[in-house]
């Protein structure tokens, strides 16, 4: 299934999403001096970026070469043009952003930067891509690694990893973000990278949560190390016990960055909860999407067997969801972590 995909060097890149993260990716490609048509739904951060070359909004002091970018608030021009397709908006949002695209995707490889469940489909993004546009494994990759966007927008050194089946065209892109500060490694596991990347960020809620809360870091410590077994029962049950069959930076280190970095936007969204604030209240202060909040509901639709190997995302799940206090929920879980 798909067309066919002839991406090269010289190939045009697409960037779907104005946010923080898909303003580092689009800095990181001018800076190797690639042409990007980039869609911008956002008036404001569109007239910011055509008359002062930076986005108002997101990472504000990043400044870009303009000349190197088409902006458009067309998702049919800006994609029509393009070879890759780079998805950068919070999963809540893809399905809007696309909702008046009538270009194909079938002659793109489209790569999801995005860590995130598609709330009311409770898919993962490369899965709603495969049923609704109807693309094949190999033309699509998915991003992904310790990555904070306000790191990267400044050239603080990163370990990027691309996932895909099709490895010869991941190389090519990977090619395209390599810089001095950005390096690049490569796996075929789209779907267990996937699925970490979206789990890690529930538990970076959690260990928000726990910090808000008052618990010190020997505590959190053991949170996180439970945190990493769940989330290795999830992804393959006979691996727990093995855990050298995963690449570390892939799985842990983003786990880690999510759980311990002032960056991370799901630890903000933890903290508020833990210090008092409603889900609801914590909610409309954030100023970014907290993936993980949407991520957590999909623990409703796992089996009962499943939810009791996983009690801190059950737990995540339900104070987000079912209105159980958080101290309440944090002091049951103390006896469940060992």
């Known amino acids: 299934m798909g067309g066919h995909i002839d991406i ?6 697409a960037v779907i999403g104005h946010g923080s993260w898909a303003t580092a990716i689009v800095k990181v490609l001018t800076m190797n001096k690639l042409s990007v048509d980039w869609y911008i739904r956002n008036a404001e951060v ?5 008359h002062e070359g930076r986005n108002c909004r997101y990472l504000p002091e990043v400044e870009f070469d303009t000349s190197l970018i088409r902006l458009s608030d067309d998702v049919n021009k800006t994609v029509d043009g393009a070879d890759v397709v780079v998805l950068v908006t919070p999963a809540a949002y893809l399905k809007s952003s696309f909702s008046d695209l ?3 995707l079938q002659d793109k490889f489209v790569v999801s930067a995005i860590k995130g469940i598609i709330p009311d489909e409770n898919m993962f993004v490369t899965d709603y891509l495969k049923k609704v546009y109807g693309l094949s ?7 992904s690694g310790p990555t904070h966007a306000e790191e990267v927008g400044h050239g603080k050194l990163t370990y990027l990893t691309l996932a895909s089946a099709n490895i010869g065209k991941a190389r090519i892109l990977g090619e395209k973000l390599q810089t001095p500060f950005l390096k690049v490694n490569y796996v075929r ?4 990278l996937e699925r970490a990347a979206v789990m890690k960020n529930i538990y970076a809620i959690m260990v928000g949560m726990a910090v808000g809360l008052g618990y010190g870091d020997n505590f959190i410590s053991v949170l996180v190390s439970n945190c990493i077994k ?10 727990v016990t093995d855990l050298t069959k995963f690449n570390p930076s892939n799985f842990f280190g983003d786990l880690l960055v999510s759980c311990y970095s002032s960056h991370s936007r799901n630890r903000q969204l933890g903290l508020l909860i833990g210090r008092g604030n409603t889900v609801k209240t914590a909610l ?4 970014m999407v907290a993936e993980g909040y949407y991520a957590s509901a999909m623990m409703s639709r796992l089996p009962d067997e499943t939810r009791a190997q996983l009690p801190i995302a059950e737990t995540a799940y339900q104070v987000l969801h079912q209105d159980l206090p958080v101290r309440k929920a944090m002091k049951a879980l103390e006896s469940l972590l060992s």
């Open 102 to 104: 009538r270009v194909s």
């Open 8 to 13: 090269g060097k010289e190939s045009r890149c």
């Open 189 to 192: 596991g789209m779907c267990y």
């Open 46 to 50: 569109l007239e910011s970026l055509r």
């Open 137 to 143: 494994g190999a033309q699509l990759c998915f991003v």
């Open 284 to 287: 409309n202060e954030m100023t």
């Open 230 to 239: 769940e989330m290795f029962f999830l992804l393959d049950p006979k691996s």
